[in-house]
């Protein structure tokens, strides 16, 4: 491979990395403050409503979203839930690389059988 190819891969990599947009985070038990294992995250374009990506969280509670454009100008929806758990919806925007660090979910209440 010559200097011009390898050069020209290395900056189409480079330009595609600044393409992306990562959102990071963790999904905890607001009560127990443990993991929500199997917690979902899904991303919502605010205005038209348009599903973008989603993620599921590991046995840690993490997620890692990465979206294949650039999302700074965009309003984005996460709707974060998990079974057990109260769904909760956050705004977002001027997302490139963000880390939402910890985000606790409520569980649901059981309803009383008469």
Request: glycine content about 8%; proline content about 2%; hydrophobic content about 40%.
């Amino acid at each position: 491979m010559n200097r011009l190819t390898l050069l020209f891969l290395l900056l189409s990599s480079s330009l595609f990395a600044q393409d992306s947009a990562t959102i990071t985070g963790k999904l905890f038990d607001e009560k127990t403050n443990t993991p929500i294992k199997g917690g979902k995250v899904q991303v919502f374009l605010q205005f038209s409503g348009a599903f973008v990506t989603n993620a599921v969280c590991d046995s840690l509670g993490q997620f890692s979203i990465r979206a294949s454009r650039s999302l700074e100008d965009e309003f984005l929806n996460l709707i974060y839930s998990g079974p057990g758990f109260i769904t909760e919806k956050w705004t977002v925007t001027g997302v490139r690389d963000l880390n939402l660090g910890i985000t606790t979910l409520e569980r649901a209440r059981r309803r009383k059988k008469h």
